[in-house]
């Protein structure tokens, strides 16, 4: 099919027709263009930036520019990792292309420069068709920072009025994960009546009831713990912990699910002990939910990755899969409350996952492509101190 030119590219075309007068009217009609682009990029209240295939700014919008601290540089291009360094290591800017190559990115993160503040990115490749050719070349990074500083420190509260108003979905199917075990002890409890008042009672038989009646009421108490988990964030009880020690424990959980999928776990410590502060039974929580998706995501036979390294201010691990991966326009939605693609999921895993993560003052990163995979990435700080959010409300 014959590509339409656009009436850019027609003009362009005919530059050597030009002569010096519509030449001249051409280059001024090309720059009022670009003034009024500029003019709109910079009412736009996200933040901006292009980079090219070398990771040097080309671009960046006034709100760009003042999130990453970005002085009009008359010199020319700069480096993203030399100005903004904490969003391009979370972009992977810093380093060679690793594992899967990601379609878009979307990650929300902590930066301390210019100012301390909490950020959103999404960054989606630029690329272009070759002229006479039909393989697409990529030429740059297109980069819309959010700052979303105020609605993390409403998040709490925004969290807490959604499942009120969604509590109703899960305790549905609590109560139907309570019948079971209930019936079980109430027929046990009319064997037991049974026994007791019968002239002829029999020892075992009041003990196998009572055995089960037991198991039971364990079972229970298992379920409403899970659900109370989900509704109510709890302080976390911060002790110097390693994370290889929760990754293990938490693989040996999954151990059945592994198994019956014949999927092989792949560790790559690249710390040998990688401790931080934390609460262990919340970040079990964490492998748990992120590995359990992983594990769903994939077909049998295949393989999960964990790695772990660090970085200046942040001991990270990546959960690699190979699975479905995400589509772009679901990924912003990963973490929204009651928002799940599974058809027995309740939606309030991830959310739980981003809860912890918050708490831990550590980020979380998802970088996926459909049908190539999803890389999670679990970023924790390396010192106790925690950073907090901007007291001041005039956060422009």
Same mark, same amino acid.
């Given at each position: 099919m014959k590509t339409s030119k656009s009436p850019l590219d027609k003009v362009l075309g005919k530059l050597d027709d030009l002569d010096e007068v519509n030449l001249g009217i051409l280059v001024q009609r090309l720059a009022r263009e670009r003034k009024l682009l500029e003019t709109v990029f910079d009412v736009i209240r996200d933040g901006i930036l292009v980079l090219d295939d070398t990771g040097m700014i080309s671009y960046a919008n006034i709100q760009g520019k003042r999130l990453i601290g970005l002085k009009d540089n008359p010199t020319g291009q700069i480096s993203l990792l030399r100005v903004a360094p904490e969003i391009a290591c979370a972009l992977g800017l810093d380093q060679g292309n690793e594992g899967m190559q990601a379609e878009v990115i979307v990650r929300e993160m902590e930066i301390s420069y210019p100012e301390l503040r909490y950020i959103r990115l999404y960054a989606v490749p630029i690329e272009e068709t070759v002229m006479n050719k039909s393989? +697409?070349? =990529?030429?740059?990074?297109? $980069?819309?920072?959010?700052?979303?500083?105020?609605?993390?420190?409403?998040?709490?509260?925004?969290?807490?009025? !959604?499942?009120?108003?969604?509590?109703?979905?899960?305790?549905?199917?609590?109560?139907?994960?309570?019948?079971?075990?209930? +019936?079980?002890?109430?027929?046990?409890?009319?064997?037991?009546?049974? +026994? %007791?008042?019968?002239?002829?009672?029999?020892? !075992?038989?009041?003990?196998?009831?009572?055995?089960?009646?037991?198991?039971?009421?364990?079972?229970? #108490?298992?379920?409403?713990?899970?659900?109370? =988990?989900?509704?109510?964030?709890?302080?976390?009880?911060?002790?110097?912990?390693?994370?290889?020690?929760?990754?293990?424990?938490?693989?040996?959980?999954? =151990?059945?699910?592994?198994?019956?999928? !014949?999927?092989?776990?792949?560790?790559?410590?690249?710390?040998?002990?990688?401790?931080?502060?934390?609460?262990?039974?919340?970040? =079990?929580?964490?492998?748990?939910?992120? $590995?359990?998706?992983?594990? #769903?995501?994939?077909?049998?036979n295949s393989e999960i990755?964990?790695?772990?390294?660090?970085?200046?201010? %942040?001991?990270?691990?990546? $959960?690699?899969?190979?699975?479905?991966?995400?589509?772009?326009? #679901?990924?912003?939605?990963?973490? !929204?409350?009651?928002?799940?693609?599974?058809?027995?999921?309740?939606? $309030?895993?991830?959310?739980?996952?981003?809860?912890?993560?918050?708490?831990?003052?550590?980020?979380?990163?998802?970088?996926?492509?459909?049908?190539a995979g999803t890389i999670v990435t679990l970023r924790f700080p390396r010192s106790s101190s925690r950073g907090r959010l901007l007291e001041s409300s005039n956060t422009v």
């Open positions: 393989q +697409n070349m =990529k030429i740059g990074l297109a $980069i819309i920072i959010t700052d979303i500083t105020q609605d993390k420190v409403s998040l709490d509260q925004r969290i807490e009025s !959604e499942k009120v108003s969604s509590i109703m979905d899960l305790a549905a199917g609590v109560a139907h994960e309570l019948g079971n075990p209930l +019936n079980s002890i109430n027929i046990h409890l009319q064997v037991l009546k049974r +026994n %007791f008042t019968s002239e002829k009672n029999n020892p !075992e038989k009041t003990k196998k009831s009572l055995t089960t009646c037991i198991n039971e009421v364990e079972r229970l #108490d298992g379920i409403i713990a899970h659900f109370l =988990k989900a509704i109510r964030p709890q302080t976390p009880d911060f002790k110097k912990i390693n994370l290889l020690k929760i990754i293990e424990e938490t693989v040996h959980l999954k =151990k059945d699910e592994l198994s019956a999928k !014949e999927i092989n776990i792949s560790m790559e410590a690249g710390v040998r002990e990688p401790i931080i502060n934390g609460d262990f039974e919340q970040l =079990k929580q964490v492998f748990f939910n992120v $590995i359990g998706n992983a594990i #769903d995501a994939i077909s049998c990755r964990i790695l772990t390294g660090r970085e200046d201010r %942040f001991v990270f691990v990546k $959960i690699i899969d190979h699975g479905s991966g995400i589509n772009k326009e #679901d990924l912003s939605k990963v973490f !929204e409350p009651y928002y799940t693609t599974k058809k027995s999921g309740h939606g $309030i895993g991830m959310m739980i996952v981003h809860r912890i993560m918050r708490d831990h003052g550590g980020e979380i990163g998802i970088d996926s492509k459909p049908d």
